[in-house]
């Protein structure tokens, strides 16, 4: 499944929650449905922003990825197993949009990823933009990231599924 179709696919599993549903906080330390499409949204924004970085450099970077980010792209994918970022960087997301907000901002996003789909390939692959933890990306790596990143907490999503 492309990013773009996960992407819809979330945003169609939206319209089964009821208000209460998308707030609902099961316990500490874990967040409410709500707050996982805010951070997927949040999180494939920002790797979009770097995407579009690359498109606008005009220096290719020769540094490359980290040993984390190498396994990342080799795997295809996130680990199958719970990530934990560092306190500084895990301030809980936002817990008060409506339903109808998260599908704006869902369907805002697919657009973006739609705008980018056939203009990536296009773009230098050496023109890169530093991950924190995966070194040196381009273009193509980010807009990846985006399907990898989303498809990473469809975990999360069956989880908090079963405390509603």
Known sequence: MSGK????TFKNELYKYSPEQLRHIPKEDVWSIGQMYDHIILVAHEYLDNMETCAALNEEQPLGKTQSGEQL???????????????????????????EELIGRMEELIER???WETKV??????????????????????YDLVEMHSRHHLRQKEELESYI
């Open 121 to 142: 390939d296009s773009i230098n692959p050496n023109y890169k933009v530093e991950h924190g933890g995966f070194g040196w990306l381009n273009a193509r790596e980010w």
């Open 113 to 115: 990823v739609e705008q």
């Open 73 to 99: 792209v080799q795997n295809g994918g996130f680990p199958p197993i719970k990530i934990r970022l560092p306190d500084e960087m895990n301030a809980p997301p936002n817990n008060s949009d409506t339903k």
């Open 5 to 8: 179709e996960l992407l819809i």
